[in-house]
């Protein structure tokens, strides 16, 4: 198997068309075409690109990619990266809102399975098409309950915003910068919402709605999707795999 095989079946695989996105998704940068071993990452940086090529891979898959909606000057880090890339023989493919929403490999997926939670409908609608999941209780637990399972599942203490109610039945869960869809969240009548990172523009408004929402870090939710996959193409095509994590402290 080559690397452009590889890129088919994963266009295939996450169905890379199926959402309109600002991320390029698909191969960004191409190599000759060897496959030998495949990283995977949060996110493209220098840090990544010189792990990958310490490790002798020869493919790189990231959730964050190098190009958003926009042409830019191959000048500074875009530059700096993208001659790594070169220097290594490396491919790049970036996969942004397909792997978020995707039913079996998603960031919102594996975080409810790390939660011991099952999706019950889709939620958040983001360009067109929900991209988060919804998970109703059949018995009502309590915020407090919730935190400490976070707290032991992830080692990591959540910003919390207390300001709904005690008892939690109905929960959001849209990885990464998500706040942006409170007010949907808020419409759907849900005791929880859970993301990644805050913003000071969403403060007054989850309280004055009266919801609860954790944030988990935009990084840390969003490792579940590309462990997954890694995991998905090892098993598929037998080739070595490996998660880079380059925590950013978000």
């Known amino acids: 198997m080559n690397s452009f095989e590889l890129v088919q079946w994963l266009d ?8 309109s996105d600002d991320s390029l998704n698909g191969l960004q940068v191409a190599n ?4 030998s071993k495949v990283a995977l990452a949060v996110d493209v940086s220098e ?5 990958a090529g310490e490790l002798h891979a020869d493919f790189l898959i990231v959730h964050h990619g190098l190009f958003w909606g926009k042409c830019e000057p191959l000048v500074g880090p875009l530059y700096k990266r993208i001659r790594l890339l070169l220097d290594y023989d490396m491919a790049l493919y970036a996969v942004h809102l397909p792997l978020d929403l995707h039913p079996e490999l998603g960031n919102n997926m594996g975080l409810l399975r790390e939660l011991g939670w099952e999706s019950s409908f889709d939620v958040g609608e983001f360009h067109g098409k929900p991209i988060g999941k919804a998970v109703v209780l059949s018995s009502p637990v309590s915020l407090d309950s919730i935190v400490e399972k976070w707290k032991t599942q992830f080692r990591e203490e959540p910003l919390v915003w207390r300001f709904g109610p ?3 039945s109905r929960i959001a869960v849209v990885s990464g910068g998500a706040l942006t869809l409170l007010d949907q969240i808020v419409k759907g009548h849900f005791d929880l919402f859970i993301t990644g990172e805050p913003k000071h523009s969403g403060y007054w408004f989850a309280q004055e709605a009266g919801i609860n929402v954790i944030f ?3 990084y840390a939710t969003e490792t579940f999707g590309v462990k997954m996959l890694g995991q998905a193409i ?6 070595e795999t490996v998660f880079l994590d380059h925590p950013t402290g978000y």
């Open 12 to 19: 295939t695989l996450l169905n890379i068309q199926a959402i």
């Open 32 to 35: 000759s075409g060897k496959l």
């Open 47 to 51: 840090t990544a690109i010189r792990h």
């Open 166 to 168: 005690e008892l939690i």
């Open 216 to 218: 988990g870090g935009h």
């Open 234 to 239: 090892q098993t598929q095509w037998k080739i």
